[in-house]
């Protein structure tokens, strides 16, 4: 197995039909049913940027390729269905790693996605590169019947709530960069977080269906880049009691191992995917019995304010705290 149409018919093979498409892998476009589709989400992933093959098998990057971007449809309230995947893969091919790759997507497709619903390859693209290997996935899904649950909608008032626990992904990746002072293997929550994230799909799609939240985003960035997204959006401030955030006692550990600070990883460090919203005070009830129902863990940390009181973090105290970092942006230098 070694040349580009081998490799889309084991793709083929792979994986089941997705839904809503007529025509899948095979013909020059792809075929979707009329209307079944109405979200579009793409995410790449650069080997040296997004992950390194000496720190994740390849089944983990496949894993991650395909859950951030069902994270993505799942953030506006959707239900993922169907994705397209590009590959440029460093020539030879070395097959072992891209049947990893492929094996990974599939678990990740099965895990995350609620039981009953399948989100599932219907194209792509596929060729060799003399660069690192870039895997790019475009994911297409449908739209709660209310509409999808969008950045903007947010009002003055309205709670600030995680679903979720954050931080954990950015303290995996301390570890790997620094081996020789934690041990994977002591911090197995941290690493699994980090190797492979579980975006809650099914608590997106739920709270689409209920059209709970006033706006929504899935934390990819980190929690005060992506607040301050949703904030600016709809031209609001923030007040945020950092009292109330949850912190993994392994975040502690690794703190007091001299791997750097819990309240940095949860604030800034990105790749969680967990979702952040705001919701009316009228709708927290009916939300915390559902998150009760379904045994989701909220972190309800503040409030949304006018523009002019800006984003503020306060300590137990109420005092504004000062964070090195606010999150990871491209194109900008640490
Ligand atoms: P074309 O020359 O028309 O671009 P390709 O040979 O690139 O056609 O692709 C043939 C078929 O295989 C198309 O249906 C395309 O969507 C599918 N395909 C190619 N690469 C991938 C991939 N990495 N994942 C899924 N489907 C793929
Ligand atoms: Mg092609």
């Known amino acids: 197995m070694t040349s580009e149409f081998d490799l889309i018919e084991l793709i ?67 239900v993922p269905g169907a994705f397209f995947l590009s590959l440029a893969l460093p020539s030879p091919l070395e097959v072992q790693w891209v049947r990893g790759l492929l094996a990974g997507m599939k678990e990740a497709a099965r895990e995350l996605m609620p039981d009953g619903l399948v989100v599932s390859v219907a194209g792509g693209d596929t060729v060799a590169t003399s660069g690192p290997a870039v895997v790019t996935i475009t994911a297409l899904g449908s739209s709660p019947e209310k509409g999808p649950i969008l950045r903007e909608g947010t009002k003055v008032g309205d709670r600030i709530v995680v679903l979720g626990e954050l931080g954990l992904s950015a303290a995996g990746l301390a570890i790997a960069r620094k081996p ?128 002019t009181e800006g984003l503020k973090v306060v300590d137990r105290d109420g005092v504004p705290i000062q964070l090195k970092s606010q999150g990871y942006t491209h194109f900008e230098a640490p």
């Open 12 to 78: 083929f093979e792979s994986f089941p039909a997705p839904r809503g498409v007529e025509v899948g892998i095979g013909d020059d476009s792809a075929v979707l049913e009329s209307g079944r589709f109405d979200l579009v989400a793409m995410d790449t992933l650069v080997e040296g940027v997004h992950f390194r093959r000496d720190w994740s098998s390849s089944e983990a990057i496949g894993w991650k390729a395909l859950a951030v971007n069902i994270s993505d449809i799942a953030a506006m309230g959707g």
């Open 180 to 307: 020789e002072v934690a041990a994977s293997a002591d911090y197995p929550v941290v690493w699994e977080a980090f190797q492979r994230p579980r975006p809650n799909i099914k608590a997106g799609i739920m709270l689409g269906l209920a059209g709970l939240p006033s706006a929504m985003i899935d934390i990819s960035d980190g929690l005060l880049q992506d607040l301050g997204h949703l904030l600016k959006a709809n031209q609001v401030g923030a007040y945020l009691e950092s009292a109330k955030v949850a912190v993994h006692p392994e975040l502690m550990a690794l703190e007091a191992a001299g791997l750097g600070s819990a309240f940095e990883w949860i604030f800034a460090g990105g790749e969680d995917f967990q979702l952040l919203m705001t919701i009316s005070p009228e709708k927290m009830v009916r939300f915390k019995e559902l998150s009760d129902e379904e045994g989701w863990k909220i972190q309800e940390l503040g409030e949304v304010r006018p523009l």
